[in-house]
């Protein structure tokens, strides 16, 4: 309804239903302020006639009148409230220029008490509730009055043909048990694990900020590469290892082709690295430097038998017993190890990776065989001096701190029990060289990785002291601004020169992720009490692949329980078992 003509008082304005008893409108004469006509002085000076012609400027009066009208009060609370956001609008604009990116880091020496996760476990109720939940340990194992520090039981040890002294091959743990090494990684085990064993907010934090680096140097073929696009790459070229090693770090989070937040990072790079497999199970993309050929080898093997472990996809199982066929057939069978060329001498580094591929294959259920194993300890002897305490790098030459930490570990998932005297004795000889930066060229992240894996795996005094520095110097030493803000800066580092910015990132990350990566190994039953259960893994949707012509063909023997060094299975005649292992499973080109 329109406001009445401001000229005229609202009393004299006409009322709807006027005609009405008691609400008939006063006749105008009786107010001496009635309007007076005016004669008009022809038809053509009249207005047109207009329904609101007791309107004047409907748009702009009808506002006045409002304002005219309205009360005081109301005025004021208009006005004060346009100048408070004028004002606000200025402060905002005034600081909405680009900013630098900073990052507080912080740090502290409390074990594992620092974790701001809502995940995280704060309170005795909720300790209790889960060391409460059903456990997925073995009901077979021997009692023993502390789970947590007690060695493998020596009944349980298989001593290697010809040696008495020593025990070399640990038969302690069956497939199911070492299965467990991989259990630690999901979100609430992390979380659990990183209390327990004193990671921090630092470390895990450092680890995010390390794989979003990684995920954005993915190349759009889904591989990685050791020379760039990123600064201070590599000279050569390896892709091959390049996509293991990122790939190594993801699933060492946690991160997996069906899980995670880098779901599809790891699928792409699974897409890729399995185009790299050739017919013989052997890995190779573009690699500069032929003599690596192995080491990248060993490196795919890891990768992919963890990946199966954690998920155990169907599809990857047939890739990585040919991948675990093709360990077997290259070691060295004069002198038990891995070097640079298939059957062609030993040496401690390449080895290392080695026995970390078959224990990968282990812990996913595959088929590993025990003479590859003893063969593997036989190696180590030839390269131990003080009776097994220290390892040089070819036989007993060029003994340096990597290469006893490196065969230090291997002699811990070979079976020497955690009280041996001499593994004591050498992984504490290691607190001696701590993770240290500014040494000049000389730092070594490489050495780090083994040190830190082997003093985890001893647990106690030994690992919190090694832990008490590594903890703070790798995340202190991660770029945190820039264009390679997450990684680790290859200068100074012993290798960094040759191996470039992404090797030495892949290996800080995995120091980082030790808390959880793999469960200690003498406790690892005992450390999975205090992790929820964990769901029954589930095959592949598609398990039994589509054939080209689009029917469903089941799946083939490579997909049932191979045979293990703790359940042994009679092969048939004459023929390998790796091979009856391997089946005929889907080519790795697909």
Known sequence: MAVPNSDLPYKNQPVAGADAPGNRSVPASSYSNRPIPLAPRSADDLPEADDDDDIVDEDGDELRDIIKNAPAWLVSTVFHMVVLIVLGLLVVGSNSGPADLELDVGYTDDLGQ???DPATLVNDTELEELFNDPIATPTDLPPVEDPLVAPPSLDDLVIAPGDTAEPLIANSAPVSGIALELSGRSAGSRQALLQKYGGTKGTEDAVELGLAWLAR??????????????????????????TAMALL???????????????TVVKKGWTALLKMQRKDGSFAGQMTVQIQQLYTHAQCTIAICELYGMTKDSRYRGPAQRAVKYCVESQDPQHGGWRYAPRQDSDTSVTGWFVMALQSARMAGLAVPIESLQKISGYLDSAALDDGRRYGYWRQVNVSSAMCAEGLLCRQYLGWPRDEPRLVEGVTALLDDPVAYGRGDNHDVYYWYYATQATHHMEGKIWEDWNRVMRREIPEHQLKKGPEAGSWDPGGDKWGYETGRLYVTCLSIYNLEVYYRHLPIYAGYSAIKALPPAPAAQEADDADAPTDDGDRKPADESDKAPPTESTPEKPDAGADPLDKAAGTAASAES
């Not at 770090?249 to 779901?263: I, L, M, P, S, V």
């Open 217 to 242: 140097q993915q190349r759009s073929d889904g591989s990685w590469s050791l020379k760039g696009p990123y600064s201070d790459g590599s000279d050569n070229e390896n892709t091959a290892a390049a």
């Open 114 to 116: 620092q974790l701001e």
């Open 249 to 263: 770090a993801f699933q060492g989070h946690g991160d997996t082709h069906r899980e995670g937040k880098y779901q």
